[in-house]
């Protein structure tokens, strides 16, 4: 009998061996073809790994593998997106340095990967909380700062009171801080921005982009560009003009209000001419509480205040009634919008609520010119103009560039382009986090720190992590005294540190460069290994980090058309009970248990097998055994020294079915029906016996999926090298073409049956087997055969009467 697959002694041995060998260090300038696969570094929280970060690299590593014996020379490095709140709250709650735990979770982290098998070179990897990293997250500041990208300014901000810390949109989810879960509210600080809509444009271009359209779609909605025109109408009784901004000019004889939005700079400016001062300054900070995605939720009940002022709309002649709303958005267009109610949704509803005049000057396709009273009646997007003067019969499309003209030649408006994006928030005023390189001097101003002089350290003791409403780096005094680098007088640094997307935006440059200290990235390798072949990340990311990404790189290349990855791939969600996996929801599950009782390769293709890679699952370990009984069985296979094989041609075929079978799921990322064809190939193989030849490929072709499974069996099949180092098999097109085809059989119309013939088969001879079908025979002795009909490799018919 062949031995039993010890997996634990087996994978221990390769992976030393792996170590030893240097198996995985990748030699840069290697002249085979790059290949640069990446997956999202993880945060080292004290969670440590679960199924769900399995689920990630575990097949992430597969794909390098498969692109390796493919090859091609394959970089696949990994770090730890190491700043953060997580660690900074473990500080507060336990009194252990950040510092401190961060590293012990990096350290176990680094032993959990290891013990997947994955092909990582270690020589490379980063941590961002380290000097030797952030020092060059500082300089990325500065190359910003040098081209008038980063700059601070008071602005209204979002403001968790429990984390005492700004957060960015992104980070608030359904008007809570997505960290702690605490109500946010709106508060006016002095914060650093990167003013990434300079480059609105140039994200919005993603021709060379190999990426779920969903995700690139949800890009170009955050974005949110539209071309319209600013149109200023005279206040009444002030002496002061209202601008706003509209992509529909063509209804404007249809305005009958406006809209401004509670923080608005019309706001501000008009306030002591307000007459319901009080009722607007509290509507104004119950505003100030709700997020923006909250504010123009679709269905929400809308709500606003009478200013008690009236913009005059110059086309009719009528007094347009000014209200405080919150469904406007100050940083979008300018933060105020005239009201349609006949053919704008919002404004319908908002007339219906204040009870204001709603005018038809648009007729849809349906011919409809009756006086619009229900939310189906308003027209949006087709139509021709009515009541509308000099537009009169025009379609919406021909009126919009007609009224544009007339305003611009009128001196009433002017075209422009807006977008909904809004400068990146960078500040955080917070301890665990790269110090903003920045010295703010009486004589000198705000001076950028000499990239000489980086890093700006982070200081480890005497820190107070404890959230104040400011940042905790204020109150050391070691810190924050220095001397200014222009004058060398007295002068402060800057205590808020940047956001942690700052240092995940650049990363996969350091990657290539992780242990030069001279610079921070080298762009020789750039230009080598860039952009990244493969990402593989959850698409949570969409808006935050990958676009970051994309500006940053842009930025750092000086060209608005580089870009950092060229395929993206999302990996599914594993839940458990239908519940995203996380400690405060106590369904966390550990790899851990199941690695030691299986071993990592069983519990890699288990977590395959649960379906596709991009769709997920909910956890459940019900059906494991089966991989372990696979693996046994696979090895038993293998590892029989007899040779005698029962059907040569059958195993010709089966075997380079496989292989096309293997490649191509692999290529589209199932790997759980890859996984299920060597099931299928194994159970043939036990059966019909297999050849040296035959096994070394089997062996290759679960390497990506098993890799200490394979080499174990590589190397009982007599080979030196590691399998890895091997090549992929390929399949002969003449094999994997099959010899017969299956048909159906109809009777009066209706298929009865279906047949397996050669397809070659004559007439007579698939008209022979079908009427000998058991089932069709049953149909064919109730009547007459009238007629029978054979389609060459499609169907056979017979008509009974």
């Given at each position: ?134 020092k060059w997250s500082q300089w990325v500041f500065l190359q910003l700062y040098k081209k008038n990208l980063a700059y601070k300014k008071k602005a209204p901000v979002n403001w968790c009171p429990s984390c005492k810390t700004v957060l960015a949109n992104e980070q608030v989810q359904d008007g809570n801080c997505e960290r702690c ?621």
């Amino acid at each position: 009998m062949p031995p039993s697959y010890k997996a634990h002694v087996t994978e221990q041995k390769w992976q030393k061996k792996w170590a030893v060998s240097k198996l995985y260090k990748v030699n840069l300038a290697g002249k085979k073809p790059k290949y640069y696969n990446l997956v999202m570094f993880p945060y080292p929280s004290g969670d440590k790994l679960h199924v769900g970060h399995w689920y990630n690299y575990g097949p992430a590593d597969s794909w390098g593998r498969y692109i390796r014996m493919r090859g091609y020379n394959v970089f696949e490095p990994m770090g730890f997106d190491s700043f953060g709140l997580p660690a900074e709250n473990y500080a507060i709650k336990t009194g252990v340095a950040p510092q401190k735990s961060t590293e012990k979770n990096i350290k176990y982290m680094i032993k959990q990967l290891g013990g997947i098998g994955t092909m990582y070179d270690w020589e490379k990897t980063v941590v961002t909380s380290r000097p030797d990293y952030y020092k060059w997250s500082q300089w990325v500041f500065l190359q910003l700062y040098k081209k008038n990208l980063a700059y601070k300014k008071k602005a209204p901000v979002n403001w968790c009171p429990s984390c005492k810390t700004v957060l960015a949109n992104e980070q608030v989810q359904d008007g809570n801080c997505e960290r702690c879960g605490t109500e946010v509210t709106k508060k006016d600080l002095t914060q650093w921005f990167f003013d990434i809509r300079k480059y609105a444009e140039a994200l919005l271009c993603h021709d060379k982009l190999e990426w779920p359209e969903k995700t690139l779609l949800m890009q170009e909605n955050w974005i949110g560009r539209s071309q319209g025109i600013d149109i200023s109408y005279k206040v009444e009784s002030l002496d002061s003009k209202i601008t706003v901004y509209t992509t529909r000019p063509d209804t404007n004889f249809g305005a009958t209000f406006v809209v401004v939005a509670p923080e608005s700079a019309f706001v501000k400016e008009n306030f002591s001419a307000f007459k319901n001062k009080e009722e607007i300054k509290a509507y104004i900070k119950a505003a100030n509480k709700k997020s923006d995605i909250e504010r123009i939720a679709e269905g929400r009940k809308k709500t606003g205040v009478s200013t008690g002022l009236y913009a005059i709309n110059h086309l009719t002649g009528k007094k347009m009634p000014i209200f405080v709303s919150d469904f406007v958005l100050a940083h979008v267009g300018t933060g105020c919008v005239v009201g349609v109610p006949g053919h704008d949704l919002r404004d319908f509803e908002f007339a219906k609520e204040k009870k204001l005049e709603i005018i038809r000057v648009v007729v849809g396709v349906d011919g409809d010119t009756s006086p619009i009273t229900k939310a189906e009646q308003v027209q949006e997007e087709r139509g021709k103009m009515i009541n509308s003067d000099f537009l009169n019969e025009m379609d919406i499309h021909v009126a919009k560039e007609k009224i544009m003209d007339h305003l611009e030649k009128k001196n009433r408006g002017k075209r422009v382009v807006n977008y909904k994006l809004r400068d990146w928030l960078i500040s955080r005023q917070r301890y665990w986090g790269a110090p903003i390189p920045i010295v703010i001097c009486a004589k000198c101003g705000e001076v950028p720190v000499p990239e000489k002089d980086l890093p700006v350290v982070l200081p480890i003791k005497n820190v107070d992590y404890k959230p104040k409403g400011k940042a905790p780096l204020a109150s050391v005094a070691s810190f924050v005294k220095t001397k200014c680098p222009k004058c060398k007088g007295k002068a402060t640094r800057e205590v808020d540190t940047m956001d942690t997307f700052v240092c995940s935006s650049w990363y996969f440059l350091r990657y290539l460069s992780a242990k030069d200290k001279k610079q921070a990235f080298d762009m020789n390798l750039i230009k080598k290994w860039l952009p990244v072949d493969m990402y593989i990340g959850g698409p949570e990311h969409a808006c935050m980090h990958l676009l970051y990404a994309r500006f940053i790189h842009k930025v750092l290349m000086n060209d608005p058309k580089a870009e950092p990855f060229k395929r993206l791939v999302h990996q599914g969600l594993i839940t458990k009970n239908g519940a995203k996996m996380s400690k405060s929801k106590g369904n966390v599950v550990s790899p851990d248990e199941f690695v030691a009782k299986y071993g990592s390769d069983v519990f890699r293709m288990y977590l395959m097998f649960m379906g596709p890679f991009t769709d997920g699952g909910d956890w459940s370990d019900k059906g494991i055994t089966g991989i372990a009984r696979f693996v046994e069985r696979f090895y038993t296979m293998v590892s029989n020294k007899e040779e005698k094989v029962a059907d040569k041609a059958a195993l010709a075929k089966m075997l380079n079915k496989l292989i096309k079978k293997v490649s191509e799921d692999i290529e589209k990322f199932h790997f759980n029906t890859a996984v299920a064809a060597l099931m299928e190939f194994t159970n043939f193989g036990l059966k019909n016996g297999l050849d040296k030849v035959s096994k070394k490929i089997a062996a290759q072709l679960i390497a990506p999926l098993a890799p200490h499974l394979a080499e174990e069996c590589w190397k009982m099949l007599g080979s030196k090298n590691s399998i890895f180092d091997a090549g992929w098999p390929k399949f002969d097109p003449k094999l994997v073409v099959d010899d017969t085809v299956k048909i159906g059989v109809q009777v009066n119309g209706k298929v009865r049956g279906e047949i397996e013939i050669n397809k070659n088969a004559t007439q007579e001879e698939a008209i022979k087997l079908a009427r000998i079908n058991e089932n069709v025979l049953r149909y064919l002795t109730q009547g007459q055969l009238i007629k029978e009909i054979y389609v060459p490799g499609r169907i056979v018919g017979f008509v009974v009467k």
